[in-house]
């Protein structure tokens, strides 16, 4: 199977800046089941006041809720950031068979840098990551985002 995570990466991308804009860290995310998109988004953790409210999190519910299943066999999660645990623990729960990622997070990575919650033999589904697409720009957005909320002195965290 032929997969576009370039082109999906980069509505990922849009998302990001979406939440940047919204003053939000630079996170998007999107649920594709072959080339159509089921779900986008990014984090709305400040503006929801909700702790669970990643871009992923959001991505899949509505990928869900499009569905009308909570199991989302056979989809792509594309996401700018390597997921933290709680995303990696949804990814898991909603079956996700892929899952593409750009920036690693070595400070809270659930994927490759800290866990590898999504290659765990011991649990009951396990999920093909391909990491590093669009690296470069994904980790740019979230560098300028932060080295502009350090200028202002002004980071919501």
Same mark, same amino acid.
């Given at each position: 199977?032929?997969?576009?995570?370039?082109?999906?990466?980069?509505?990922?991308?849009? !998302?990001?800046?979406?939440?940047?804009?919204?003053? !939000?860290?630079?996170?998007?995310?999107?649920?594709?089941?072959?080339?159509?998109?089921?779900?986008?988004?990014?984090?709305?953790?400040?503006?929801?006041?909700?702790?669970?409210?990643?871009?992923?999190?959001?991505?899949?519910?509505?990928?869900?809720?499009?569905?009308?299943?909570?199991?989302?066999?056979?989809?792509?999660?594309?996401?700018?950031? !390597?997921?933290?645990?709680?995303?990696?623990?949804?990814?898991?729960?909603?079956?996700?068979?892929?899952?593409?990622?750009?920036?690693?997070?070595?400070?809270?990575?659930?994927?490759?840098?800290?866990?590898?919650?999504?290659?765990?033999?011991?649990?009951?589904?396990?999920?093909?990551?391909?990491?590093?697409?669009?690296?470069?720009?994904?980790?740019?957005?979230?560098?300028?985002?932060?080295?502009?909320?350090?200028?202002?002195?002004?980071?919501?965290?």
């Amino acid at each position: 199977m032929s997969y576009n995570d370039e082109k999906f990466m980069d509505i990922a991308i849009e !998302e990001a800046l979406l939440a940047s804009a919204k003053g !939000e860290v630079p996170i998007g995310a999107v649920v594709t089941l072959g080339d159509t998109i089921l779900a986008r988004s990014h984090n709305s953790a400040i503006s929801m006041n909700d702790p669970s409210a990643h871009a992923e999190i959001l991505a899949i519910r509505q990928a869900a809720t499009t569905v009308g299943n909570y199991r989302l066999i056979g989809t792509t999660l594309y996401v700018t950031l !390597e997921p933290c645990i709680m995303c990696a623990g949804s990814i898991i729960q909603a079956r996700i068979q892929r899952v593409v990622f750009g920036a690693d997070d070595p400070k809270g990575g659930g994927v490759v840098s800290l866990y590898g919650i999504l290659d765990d033999k011991r649990l009951n589904h396990s999920v093909e990551v391909k990491s590093g697409v669009k690296k470069d720009a994904c980790a740019e957005i979230l560098s300028r985002f932060f080295r502009e909320k350090r200028i202002v002195g002004n980071v919501k965290s």
